[in-house]
């Protein structure tokens, strides 16, 4: 009875409902649309700015089910568990030769501040940004737009960033830099990453973190799976970015 017992609060702590609830924020004349993954046990809401063009049409797919990174967190090995959002775009952000104005202009980052004011007040956690490969674009037009905009959040995290990718304002936020070491995509070079955590190192007066993920493998392109996409290394990238959160919750 005390094991049946045992595996139920084990159940319970380390599961969540996988089943996406497709939230629509209003911004100005239209929307932006929301993926939502509810956690019981949940300490802080994660939400994830994605790359490529921005635009994945989550709200056409029934079930979402959380994938890529997301797929690594709330598991039995997690250190904490995790409201998780993802931000889609009805629009391209921008991609193709690497032109991505649209994640500089003001009305994408006053979409950004809807969505965590939205999901602050939803969920009464500490919110905890993401971004990927072009989606550190996002995060950094976040950071420069304000320092006011750095107030709505507790932390930041840099994942696979562009290697344009500046920050310009001065900082009091705890930052993660993440980025595999093998990563193949000239777009985005190890490199770079270390030199944005230097950067960032300077200017900011709250933790800035660099952890490079290793192992994993290349396939195809890439700007879109391999070693970018932490391939074979995403139990390890989850890891980081929990142990970020669970390191500045508080």
Not at 60 to 86: H, M, R
């Amino acid at each position: 009875m005390k094991l049946n017992r045992f595996l139920i609060v084990f159940f319970l702590i380390f599961t969540f409902e996988c089943r996406s609830e497709i939230i629509f924020i209003p911004f100005e004349k239209d929307d932006t649309p929301t993926a939502y993954w509810a956690n019981t046990s949940a300490k802080a809401t994660l939400i994830f700015l994605p790359g490529g063009d921005g635009s994945f049409g989550i709200s056409n797919k029934p079930n979402l089910q959380p994938s890529w990174l997301f797929k690594s967190f709330n598991t039995s090995e997690s250190k904490i568990a995790l409201d998780l959002v993802i931000m889609d775009s009805r629009t391209s952000l921008g991609w193709k030769n690497g032109d991505v104005e649209p994640r500089y202009q003001p009305a994408h980052v006053d979409r950004i501040k809807t969505v965590i004011d939205y999901y602050q007040q939803k969920t009464q956690l500490p919110v905890f940004l993401i971004g990927h490969s072009n989606g550190a674009i996002s995060l950094a037009s976040y950071l420069n737009q304000s320092l006011e905009n750095q107030k709505k959040i507790k932390g930041i995290i840099f994942s696979g960033s562009r290697n344009e990718t500046i920050v310009k304002n001065d900082l009091n936020l705890p930052i993660l830099v993440m980025h595999h070491k093998n990563d193949t995509n000239s777009w985005t070079t190890p490199a770079r990453a270390e030199r944005l955590f230097n950067e960032i190192k300077v200017k900011n007066s709250a933790p800035t973190d660099l952890n490079f993920v290793d192992g994993g493998f290349d396939e195809g392109n890439p700007a879109l799976s391999g070693r970018h996409m932490y391939a074979g290394s995403l139990n390890q990238a989850a890891k980081f970015v929990e142990e970020f959160i669970v390191k500045n919750i508080n």
